[in-house]
Nanobody, 116 residues
Framework: QVQLVESGGGLVQPGGSLSLSCAAS????????MSWYRQAPGKQRELVAVNSKGSTNYADSVKGRFTISRDNAKNTLYLQMNSLRPEDTAVYYC???????????WGQGTQVTVSS
């Protein structure tokens, strides 16, 4: 069983930056995928970025501004967010998926608010 804890959210002005972290504990396996999702009020939860099998992919809306990275030694996932826009405002969630069994786990989320 994997537990995920996000941190780093907060209030930032448009154009600013934030760095999110997701600390994973428990039975974390190397053969896994970790992703960042976000959900704004009244909107469907959407995939922001994924790190799987050494590859990364991004939603078009964040490509070029966000960077996902993973430190396997620390079992920590990161999301560096630059040039933030008000439309980036959402609760950001970390997700873990065991690619062998499809077991998945979600973090509780961290609020990111981009406003002047």
């Amino acid at each position: 069983q994997v537990q995920l804890v996000e941190s780093g959210g907060g209030l930032v002005q448009p154009g600013g930056s934030l760095s999110l972290s997701c600390a994973a504990s428990g039975s974390v396996f190397s053969f896994s995928a970790m992703s960042w999702y976000r959900q704004a009020p009244g909107k469907q939860r959407e995939l922001v970025a994924v790190n799987s099998k050494g590859s990364t992919n991004y939603a078009d809306s964040v490509k070029g501004r966000f960077t996902i990275s993973r430190d396997n030694a620390k079992n920590t996932l990161y999301l560096q967010m630059n040039s933030l826009r008000p439309e980036d405002t959402a609760v950001y969630y970390c997700k873990y998926v065991d690619l062998r069994t499809q077991y998945s786990a979600w973090g509780q989320g961290t609020q990111v608010t981009v406003s002047s």
